[in-house]
């Protein structure tokens, strides 16, 4: 099993510029979600996802698109780039019979 | 005011001493509580989970959650270099199920020296 993956590992980006941040699971979960993290904010969630084919806004998702055609995937897309979108992206999914997310090893962001 | 407030720290405590971890939160719908562990560069993981009120131990970990005070905490005992991690508190609302919706707190930073 290899979990939680996420690619890139590491995205600089000019102002402007597009590109998907890619997310994939193994375990045949149900739910995927996607956080960002900055320093003194802790992990928000951008969208989330309960299964193929259904997803939801979170807490901040202007600027950032997703889809879930497969259980497995669930990419992040950046239609614009801004300086503001400078982060650490983790992507998690979990079951619908636990609380625990598995959280992949994050995408860190610069938007110059 | 956020949802779920917790201290940023850092922390710094040598080895072998107690750590108190402490969150508080404002939306009395939160019915379960998580604790998440976070090392440096990587992704968190989760340390313990607990619903509703009261206490869960599991080794040197304690987490408790006081729901009338909306005051959840974590407890290190006999703390080790290897604790030395940010510790993110997070809540969920939901009746059953997880779909995938946490709210996180800001994490604490840990240090345990030798």
């Known amino acids: 099993n290899a979990g939680v993956t996420q690619t890139p590992k590491f995205q600089v980006l000019k102002t402007g510029q597009s590109m998907t941040l890619q997310c994939a699971q193994d375990m045949n979960h149900e739910y995927m979600s996607w956080y960002r993290q900055d320093p003194g904010m802790g992990l928000r969630l951008i969208h989330y996802?309960?299964?193929?084919?259904?997803?939801d806004q979170g807490e901040v998702p202007n600027g950032y698109n997703v889809s879930r055609s497969t259980t497995e995937d669930f990419p992040l897309r950046l239609l614009s780039a801004a300086p503001s979108q400078t982060s650490v992206y983790f992507c998690a999914s979990g079951s619908g019979t636990s609380y625990e997310q598995y959280f992949g090893p994050g995408t860190r962001l610069t938007v110059t | 005011q956020k949802e779920v407030e917790q201290d940023p720290g850092p922390l710094s405590v040598p080895e072998g001493a107690i750590v108190s971890l402490n969150c508080t939160y404002s939306n009395s719908a939160f019915q379960y509580f998580m604790w998440y562990r976070q090392y440096s560069r990587k992704g968190p993981e989760l340390l313990m989970y607990?619903?509703?009120?009261g206490n869960k131990e599991d080794g040197r970990f304690t987490a408790q959650v006081d729901k009338s005070s909306k005051y959840i905490s974590l407890f290190i005992r006999d703390s080790q270099p290897s604790d030395s991690a940010t510790y993110l508190c997070a809540m969920s609302g939901l009746i059953s199920g997880n779909t995938g919706k946490l709210i996180f707190g800001q994490g604490t930073t840990l240090q345990v020296k030798p």
């Open positions: 996802s309960v299964g193929a084919g259904i997803t």
């Open positions: 607990t619903y509703s009120s």
